[in-house]
């Protein structure tokens, strides 16, 4: 059983091992939480060259790259090379991630579906890849663009509910989004939408 949890990433120093493709699209996940991302690979892609805020060494990697570093993935062809950075990570007490390797990780990696600030997440533990992302892909054609818009309007209202002094708990949230909230917002009539919500927490509130 794993534990899954959202971390924190912005700003912070984080290796990959290898320069492929498989390597590319770790890199550019975590570029897209802010990471400070160090590539050590004996080739790397030109598409990788092209990230900003990426830093490169081409040649092979080493037990002292993981220093300073608050997680690693292990994305190269060798699997022996990948079981080399996990083992060191081991030692250096460094979460390692090898890719499509769930023997060489501390951590494993989620399929997941972003819309917005909204992230549904689906995880095999590493053992099948291809459900995770056969899932991943239908949830994509149930969650639409829509819903990263009605995270921000229930967002909203909950921060104007704290900034008045009033509690957000005991608020009967779910008739708001069990109404046609969603269809509202769907329509593209966001202030119909807010006026629901709005609507259906004053009823709840007394």
């Known amino acids: ?25 770790k890199v550019e996940g975590l570029v897209a939480c802010g990471a400070r991302v160090r590539v050590v690979a004996l080739h790397i892609v030109p ?14 990697w080493q037990p002292d790259d993981l220093a300073g570093m608050w997680l690693v993935i292990a994305a190269t062809d060798d699997p022996a090379v ?12 460094v979460w390692v991630n090898g890719a499509d390797d769930p023997a060489h990780c501390s951590f494993t990696l989620p399929s997941v579906v972003r819309r917005g600030d909204l992230q549904v997440a689906v995880s095999t533990g590493g053992r099948s890849p291809a459900l995770a992302s056969w899932l991943r892909r239908r949830l994509e054609g149930e969650i639409g ?12 209202e909950r921060d104007g509910l704290k900034a008045a002094g009033r509690s957000t708990e005991g608020l009967d949230w779910n008739s708001a989004l069990d109404s046609d909230m969603l269809d509202l917002i769907r329509t593209g009539d966001l202030a119909h939408a ?3 919500l709005q609507t259906c927490l004053s009823s709840s509130s007394g």
């Open 1 to 25: 059983m794993q534990y899954p949890v959202n971390l924190v990433l912005d700003g912070r120093s984080c290796l990959v091992v290898g320069g492929g493709r498989i390597a590319l699209r």
């Open 47 to 60: 598409e990788l060259r092209m990230l900003e805020g990426v830093t490169f060494d081409e040649r092979p």
């Open 82 to 93: 990948n079981g080399a950075v996990y083992d060191a990570g081991q030692r250096a007490g």
């Open 145 to 156: 663009p829509e819903y990263a818009a009605l995270l921000d309007l229930l967002a909203s």
């Open 194 to 196: 807010r006026k629901r």
